[in-house]
């Protein structure tokens, strides 16, 4: 894949839209996706974490899509959360905690066709995705991609990780300057 094509889509995990949220940089997904496809459970994360307005308004303008998921792969969600619960990569072990990064992966295996990769941050949950052939990218790394587009600077970039991580995003200085580094 080139990394100067725009992406048709993705689907995505809590976590990199709440970055994008939280550095006001939804910009940059909407530069780099039409569309980006959400487990309906995500929902509830969303709201847990105060953004339900603003992952309302992107739903109502269709960028972002809602999937619900059959019985059987819920069921396969659950089976993959265990395997990031149980990674070496995972510091919870907490099988429910890595359901929503299960079900997205699951959703991202149905939308083949529809979603090039995953936006997932979670280092274990990254880990199990690639181990399943599933493209992944973080929201560092989407940024890094804008970056290379010529759609933010490097100091957007470092300025965006570093807005996260004073919201509470696990962002480390050293990874935040690796990145700027790029």
């Given at each position: 894949?080139?990394?100067?094509?725009?992406?048709?889509?993705?689907?995505?995990?809590?976590?990199?839209?709440?970055?994008?949220?939280?550095?006001?940089?939804?910009?940059?997904?909407?530069?780099?996706?039409?569309?980006?496809?959400?487990?309906?459970?995500?929902?509830?994360?969303?709201?847990?974490?105060?953004?339900?307005g603003e992952?309302?308004?992107?739903?109502?303008?269709?960028?972002?899509?809602?999937?619900?998921?059959?019985?059987?792969?819920?069921?396969?969600?659950?089976?993959?959360?265990?395997?990031?619960?149980?990674?070496?990569?995972?510091?919870?072990?907490?099988?429910?905690?890595?359901?929503?990064?299960?079900?997205?992966?699951?959703?991202?295996?149905?939308?083949e066709a529809?979603?090039?990769?995953?936006?997932?941050?979670?280092?274990?949950?990254?880990?199990?995705?690639?181990?399943?052939?599933?493209?992944?990218?973080?929201?560092?790394?989407?940024?890094?991609?804008?970056?290379?587009?010529d759609l933010?600077?490097?100091?957007?970039?470092?300025?965006?990780?570093?807005?996260?991580?004073?919201?509470?995003?696990?962002?480390?200085?050293?990874?935040?300057?690796?990145?700027?580094?790029?």
């Amino acid at each position: 894949m080139s990394e100067t094509a725009a992406i048709r889509g993705a689907v995505s995990n809590t976590g990199p839209i709440i970055s994008a949220f939280q550095s006001e940089r939804v910009d940059v997904l909407r530069q780099l996706y039409d569309v980006i496809f959400i487990p309906d459970t995500e929902l509830a994360e969303f709201e847990k974490h105060g953004a339900e307005g603003e992952i309302r308004e992107l739903i109502d303008d269709g960028f972002v899509i809602v999937h619900r998921l059959s019985d059987t792969e819920k069921q396969t969600a659950r089976e993959m959360a265990e395997a990031i619960a149980s990674s070496s990569l995972s510091k919870d072990k907490e099988a429910a905690h890595h359901y929503p990064e299960a079900e997205a992966m699951v959703l991202m295996s149905r939308l083949e066709a529809d979603a090039q990769e995953i936006l997932l941050d979670e280092l274990a949950a990254r880990s199990i995705a690639q181990e399943h052939g599933i493209a992944v990218i973080g929201f560092a790394g989407v940024l890094i991609r804008a970056s290379r587009q010529d759609l933010l600077s490097a100091e957007a970039v470092r300025d965006a990780l570093m807005t996260c991580q004073q919201q509470g995003t696990h962002y480390s200085d050293q990874f935040i300057g690796e990145i700027y580094r790029r």
